[in-house]
């Protein structure tokens, strides 16, 4: 079976994770949509509502009967903080062992992939899936870490640029606009 893992922070999860889960819901068996509690990367204020985006992401998912193969996770909050992704993906494998796991990330993410904690043993034990992102040449970005080890695994995504992200609809809603044309 080939399982996605899609983690993150999904404050709030909108039409951009929507389309990046029914592309994966077309090409994998099994999505696991990872709520994080909290990115090791981001501002710790963002675990004070990991339980609301859990049950967020739940509530969408239950409302698009579409994304058949999707099933949101809540494995990192069970995992000792902090909730590096290689624990995750090693857990997750621990979970089906027999089958085979890509991370999927976006252009953005790998720009800066190589301030991972373990992003070596990541690239070598995992396949990583990238999804285009604006003002990313994931093109370049991915020739750059073969370059480092043609061994590692890295899949550019063939699928449209997701032109929104979660920071740009929280400022949004700071500046009152509206969002909901935004909203999953």
Sequence with gaps: M???????SFDPLHIGHL????????HFDKVLLVVSPRNPFKDA???????ERLEAARDVIRRHPE???IEVSDIEFTLDAPQY???TLDAIHKKYPLDDITLVIGGDNLA????????QHILLDYSVLVY??????????????LRENPDYHITLANMPL?????TEIREALLKGENIDKWLA
Excluded: E
Excluded at 2 to 8: E, L, M, P, Q
Excluded at 112 to 119: A, D, E, G, L, M
Excluded at 162 to 166: E, G, T
């Design 85 to 87: 992704t290689y624990r």
């Design 2 to 8: 080939r399982i996605a893992v899609y983690s993150g």
């Design 45 to 51: 204020s963002k675990a004070d509502n990991a339980l």
């Design 112 to 119: 800066v992939f190589n301030q991972w904690r373990c992003y």
């Design 19 to 26: 389309t990046i889960l029914a592309y994966l819901n077309q």
């Design 67 to 69: 994304l058949g193969n």
């Design 162 to 166: 997701v032109n929104i992200s979660s």
């Design 132 to 145: 285009p992102r604006k003002s990313y040449d994931c093109v370049k970005l991915r020739d750059t870490f």
